[in-house]
C-alpha cells in the first residue's frame, strides 16, 4: 500500500482460487512431473472407475475409461479427453464447465469437497510426494527442504512462526510413520510415478504430509 498507493503497479487485484486446471497444473510444475510438450492427442489421466459407464451406451466408442500411463498423465489440463456427460470428478468439482453448454463465466464456490480433491486426489497426493523427494534429495536440514518446498508453491520462504508448525507436523508424522511404515508405503505407492528407493518411507511420507500441507494453504490455491 505504501509503494503504490494506487495500484498503478498493479500490486493488488481481486483473490480468487485458481480455476481447476490451474490448480492440476501448478501442482504438476511444482512437483516437476508436468510434461511441457505442446500438442498431441487427448490424453486420460486419472479418474475413477466406473464414471463414463453409467452414462453410456451400450454401443458407445467411449463407453469406458481406460487411463493413460507415462508422461500422458501429466500432461496439461488443455489436452484432458473431455466427455460431456461425465466430467472428471475432480474438475466438476472444482466448478470446471462440463461443456454441454456455452459457458459464458464459471461459477466460483467453495466448498469441502474441494479440499478433498486437493488433499486426496491421487495426482495431487503424488505431486506432494514427488515434490518431497525433490526437497529430501537436495537438503538434508529441515529449513533448505521447507524452502524449496515453499519456494516452488509460493514463491517465498517461511517465517520463523510459520517453520515451527510445520516442523510439528512433520515431526509428529514422522513419529507415526515409524511406528506404521506400512502406512507408509501405502502412501508413498499412490501415483504411476515411482517413489526413490535411497530415500526411507517414513521419512518421505512425512514431508509428503508437508508438500501437500503447503500446497493446500490458502496462498497456494488462490491468485
Do not use: H
Not at 508436468?34 to 454401443?59: F, H, N, S, T
Not at 510445520?166 to 510413520?177: G, H, K, N, P, Q
Amino acid at each position: 500500500l505504501e509503494r503504490d498507493p494506487a495500484n498503478r503497479l498493479l500490486a493488488r487485484g481481486p483473490r480468487f482460487r485458481l480455476e481447476a486446471e490451474q490448480l492440476r497444473d501448478q501442482a504438476l510444475a511444482a512437483s516437476g512431473l508436468l510434461v511441457a510438450k505442446v500438442g498431441g492427442r487427448p490424453v486420460r489421466p486419472y479418474q475413477p472407475q466406473g464414471i463414463w459407464e453409467d452414462v453410456a451406451m451400450k454401443e458407445s466408442t467411449t463407453r469406458f475409461y481406460r487411463t493413460d500411463s507415462g508422461e500422458n498423465l501429466y500432461r496439461r489440463s488443455l489436452y484432458t479427453l473431455i466427455k460431456r456427460t461425465a466430467l472428471a470428478p475432480a474438475m466438476d468439482i472444482l466448478n470446471a464447465p462440463n461443456r454441454e453448454v456455452s459457458c459464458v463465466r464459471r461459477d466460483r464456490t467453495n466448498t469441502p469437497l474441494q479440499a478433498l480433491v486437493t488433499l486426496n486426489d491421487p495426482l495431487f497426493v503424488e505431486a506432494s510426494r514427488q515434490l518431497a523427494a525433490r526437497a529430501v534429495d537436495a537438503a538434508p536440514a529441515f529449513d533448505a527442504r521447507l524452502d524449496l518446498v515453499s519456494l516452488r508453491l509460493l514463491g517465498r520462504t517461511f517465517s520463523r512462526a510459520e517453520r515451527g508448525i510445520v516442523r510439528r507436523t512433520l515431526d509428529e508424522a514422522l513419529t507415526t510413520y515409524r511406528r506404521d511404515p506400512s502406512a507408509a508405503k501405502q502412501l508413498l505407492a499412490i501415483g504411476d510415478s515411482p517413489a526413490p528407493e535411497k530415500i526411507p518411507a517414513p521419512e518421505l511420507a512425512a514431508w509428503t504430509l508437508v508438500a501437500s500441507q503447503v500446497m493446500n494453504l490458502d496462498e497456494s490455491l488462490t491468485k
